[in-house]
């Protein structure tokens, strides 16, 4: 489905009148349409110019609702699409700059604060019938006193994760080969297979993987939406005999019936999907339905901490593990938070979480994530992880970074 | 919901070689981000600069999907927000100009063509487990020997109308004893009133409209998406006295679940819903779910004709009305070929439908919609209705247009 992306960010710098004190936050695109994603933050950018960062933190929601229920704005979405990426990536840059004003990483300035101060920052809106403001601040409180407990075992053993690196379509079978034997040396537990082009190559492609991975390893695969929904039930059931953990996005996003029909027809393959979600009432009908097991939400596509984690406490309570979308531009940098966040503050619970890695652009990251034994090591500095080095922005900038004067000239 | 609109449209003039032959296309949105959408539309626009009209025409589905499945814009939707409005309005321009090319009406052009030309332009893609292409086909050959017949009976009746003029909030009570007159003294068979900011004014505003109108004139509310889930059923439930037929946009969009649980908890008030949903994969489950009674589909939201029809066909299928989403810019001039390709050759019914009328801003158009009797005029100039007076291009434009000059001066 994505068959020529260009990894690309849609990239704000809040500047401050503190020396050296930025906010940087991002939306993830794969090329063309960046540049839609860039006016629609220049549009939102109006909101925010010239505030008082306290102004904006000390009332988070109502900054908040002031941007996605702007009246005239709200009508190119809601919450949805082009306008929906600007917002996170406006918020993401907002909260990167709360951080880093903290001086804490973002995972901790969010595990620091009350059940009532958390409660206070999100957004509940068109989501109760699912999950009340009582009951998600039980969930908070019953997890509150325990914390650094939690933290204390993923500072020691890192939050698990797999790898998408063998996976990709289009490896010759040596490469595959290859990939698969690094995997199997670095420790990867989860290895993720994309699959869906074509049945007998998927066959022969899974066949070499389970040889050489063993029956050890959990095997995964992820069709990026290329099938109808019976289609989906008739593959799936030719992969059962890999014994796929789950099948991700097997159809079309904003299929929740589709999903759920998917489900019921291929178990005990799991069905995850997130990525494209677009918002919390999505993703509240994905759990309510029963449509999904897996639940892989986007850090660049929800509205950032505010909607994140309202779908976090909904997963909590459908009882469905969340395993982020990561790889991209810096979603790995970003996803590390949220889902030590989800441990140690909602799910407290490991159980059927892993965290996708894909060893892509770490070099532009200042502080960029890191993997030990097939696990995310917890990051430590300041801020929301995803900060690109100013090198990086002078060549890849566009169009007058180097790197593109460079490739316009050809 | 949308307190402060500024009716606003990104416009596409398509330019052909043909002197005096252009295509003219919107979408319509309230204000700010409208640029967003025109920022859009230059980023498809590279995709149809160049091209001959023949090349597309003769060959549809594949341009369509080269725009909506194009693998890089579809990560900024897929098929919603920004990139699917950018493409609502390049198809409905390059309908406007094959049908000013082939010198008919829009709804004419489509009533002219075969079963098999009509499906070979509509894209069945995810949604082939709620309609097969075949049953699709079986629907068009059972209406297509009668067409005649039905476009005879809306030539001399006009297609049904409902008019909102009277139903605003924030009016006097004064101006909505005289709206409410002057819709009894036009013959209007339908009103609609918008609900939701306030119960008790809400009940005052409703009983004087009933008292004046009458037990006979059908009344319809609308609360653009206000309400959560259970607030929209508490609050229908208190407006059921006025027997309102259907209540309009109770809550969120994308809830399609939330939908069906108010429309089980509000019976026998229908429960009707469209202008914000996004594409036919959405309309699917709210047919699939029986989650609404009446589909109010959009225009300038769905990709033009390509979707449209789809969604028509599933309406049909499920036994859904579809009364289409009106007023704005030039939806009352689109949406009366899309119910009258309904009734001729897809419903073939009448029974619960009824377009929605609003009577702002005709006066820009070359051909206006036009109402008699509180129906709608079948339209007979050449193309899709929707074509904006040169005159009034040169005064609205955004920001060299007289009107901006003036307004940006003060």
Redesign the interface.
Known sequence: ??????YSAAYIILKTDIPDLEGHGHTF?????N???V??IE?LSDAIKGKYLDDITNNWLEFYYSIVN?????????E??????ATAALFNALWDLKAKYERKPLWRLICDMSPDELIAIIDF??I??ALTKNEALEILLNNYDTREQRIQIITNDGYPAYTTSAGWLGYSIDKLKSLCRKAKQENWKYVKFKVGTNLEEDINRLTIAREILGEDIILMIDAN?VW???EAIDWVNSLKIFNPWFIEEP????????HK?IRESVEPVMVATGE?C??K??F??FF??NAIDICQLDSCRLGSLHEILAVQLLAKKYNKPICPHAGGVGLCEYVQNLAIIDFVYISADLDGRVLEYIDHLHEHFIYPSKIKNGAYIIPTANGYSATIKKEAIEIYKYPNGSFWIQNIEK
């Open positions: 489905m994505n068959i020529a992306p260009d695109t794969i090329g063309r349409g540049e839609i994603c006016k629609a549009s702007d009246s005239q704005l709200r009508w190119i979405g809601p949805k699409g082009v306008i929906h990426l809106k068109y109760e019938d939406q109808s929904v019976n159809t079309n996003p904003d299929d929740i019936l589709g029909k494209h677009h918002n009432v999505m509240k009908q309510q339905a």
